[in-house]
């Protein structure tokens, strides 16, 4: 029905950014709608002319977005209280790794979830916010401030498949132009990183803290997001921390008080602990990264002898830390 059309394609407009006729396409076609690119023009132009849209001319694709005046205001009747509380759960929890222009675009949407929870008294839904924090075991760091516009500019990029151009301050401080193909996003509490593929040699994907871009900029390339590339595999090897995607076997005893918890929620499926008199030895394989090696400076004031870490995919010799050694 062309009112279903109407209302699935003024959904995917953004408050914030744009979207081509192409994207509400690509977009619509999940949701059983189907139209060509040309059916979807004359929609959208019709409904420019009628509705606070505006339309980007700068270039060959035009992009289309509510104006900053436009009141928003497309929700999902019939809301009932268990979605109401997945809808603030994702919110209150996902809101640092989600684009902004789909935050905006989902306000009215949060804003009709709170209502219906705030409305209902002594229901198990609205009280189960309440009920659940999450709490970091290590030490909570305040989130590094981001530039303005940096984290909007990423995030859209990421969100459409478009290609970035950013400027990057490294840990060392020195100021680099990259031009990038978004692949991921990983919140490292208390840090945020971009998963991106290099445009130029050397192409190896690798990680852009989003507190070191001084300035982001959207590319009006778009490309094909790889269908090889895994970002729970990236994150697990470790290359996100500052590793190089190796695996290690480390091995370490440690005083029964302090490794007590590491018993309990282990390093790896095949960690392995042997119970000795006054300590626990534990064997595990992890891959080896910064942070591997910020844990066990961590835990070496506790560690009864030498660290022993073997370099397995090189089969390389093993090379013990010694107390003067230790990371």
Same mark, same amino acid.
């Given at each position: 029905?062309?009112?279903?059309?109407?209302?699935?394609?003024?959904?995917?407009?953004?408050?914030?950014?744009?979207?081509?006729?192409?994207?509400?396409?690509?977009?619509?076609?999940?949701?059983?709608?189907?139209?060509?690119?040309?059916?979807?023009?004359?929609?959208?132009?019709?409904?420019?002319?009628?509705?606070?849209?505006?339309?980007?001319?700068?270039?060959?694709?035009?992009?289309?977005?509510?104006?900053?005046?436009?009141?928003?205001?497309?929700?999902?009747?019939?809301?009932?209280?268990?979605?109401?509380?997945?809808?603030?759960?994702?919110?209150?929890?996902?809101?640092?790794?989600?684009? /902004?222009?789909?935050?905006?675009?989902?306000?009215?949407?949060?804003?009709?979830?709170?209502?219906?929870?705030?409305?209902?008294?002594?229901?198990?839904?609205?009280?189960?916010?309440?009920?659940?924090?999450?709490?970091?075991?290590?030490? /909570?760091?305040?989130?590094?401030?981001?530039?303005?516009?940096?984290?909007?500019?990423?995030?859209?990029?990421?969100?459409?498949?478009?290609?970035?151009?950013?400027?990057?301050?490294?840990?060392?401080?020195?100021?680099?132009?990259?031009?990038?193909?978004?692949?991921?996003?990983?919140?490292?509490?208390?840090?945020?990183?971009?998963?991106?593929?290099?445009?130029?040699?050397?192409?190896?994907?690798?990680?852009?803290?989003?507190?070191?871009?001084?300035?982001?900029?959207?590319?009006?390339?778009?490309?094909?997001?790889?269908?090889?590339?895994?970002?729970?595999?990236?994150?697990?090897?470790?290359?996100?921390?500052?590793?190089?995607?190796?695996?290690?076997?480390?091995?370490?005893?440690?005083?029964?008080?302090?490794?007590?918890?590491?018993?309990?929620?282990?390093?790896?499926?095949?960690?392995?602990?042997?119970?000795?008199?006054?300590?626990?030895?534990?064997?595990?394989?992890?891959?080896?990264?910064?942070?591997?090696?910020?844990?066990?400076?961590?835990?070496?004031?506790?560690?009864?002898?030498?660290?022993?870490?073997?370099?397995? /995919?090189?089969?390389?010799?093993?090379?013990?830390?010694?107390?003067?050694?230790?990371?």
């Amino acid at each position: 029905m062309r009112s279903t059309t109407i209302i699935e394609t003024l959904k995917r407009i953004p408050k914030r950014g744009r979207v081509s006729a192409k994207e509400i396409q690509s977009h619509l076609e999940p949701v059983g709608i189907h139209r060509d690119i040309r059916s979807i023009q004359r929609l959208m132009n019709e409904l420019c002319s009628c509705l606070p849209i505006d339309q980007d001319r700068r270039d060959t694709t035009f992009g289309y977005s509510w104006s900053e005046t436009a009141k928003v205001e497309l929700s999902i009747p019939g809301l009932n209280d268990m979605e109401a509380l997945l809808l603030l759960l994702a919110r209150d929890h996902l809101a640092s790794i989600m684009p /902004p222009s789909v935050l905006e675009n989902l306000s009215a949407l949060f804003s009709e979830a709170q209502s219906q929870l705030t409305s209902t008294v002594n229901v198990p839904e609205s009280e189960w916010r309440k009920k659940v924090a999450v709490s970091q075991r290590v030490q /909570p760091l305040l989130p590094p401030n981001i530039p303005d516009g940096v984290f909007e500019t990423v995030s859209d990029c990421l969100f459409a498949n478009h290609e970035l151009s950013i400027q990057y301050r490294n840990r060392h401080g020195r100021l680099k132009d990259h031009h990038l193909k978004p692949l991921g996003m990983v919140d490292s509490s208390p840090v945020i990183y971009l998963v991106a593929q290099p445009v130029e040699p050397p192409t190896e994907t690798r990680t852009f803290a989003l507190h070191r871009m001084v300035s982001a900029r959207r590319l009006d390339f778009q490309f094909e997001w790889p269908s090889d590339f895994d970002l729970e595999r990236f994150v697990a090897s470790g290359k996100h921390a500052y590793g190089d995607g190796s695996r290690v076997r480390v091995t370490f005893e440690i005083l029964q008080a302090a490794g007590l918890h590491l018993t309990e929620a282990p390093l790896s499926e095949d960690q392995t602990v042997e119970r000795l008199q006054n300590s626990y030895r534990i064997s595990a394989t992890v891959a080896n990264s910064m942070r591997l090696h910020n844990f066990l400076y961590g835990i070496s004031e506790d560690v009864v002898g030498d660290i022993l870490i073997e370099e397995l /995919p090189a089969r390389r010799p093993n090379r013990r830390l010694g107390s003067a050694q230790r990371p």
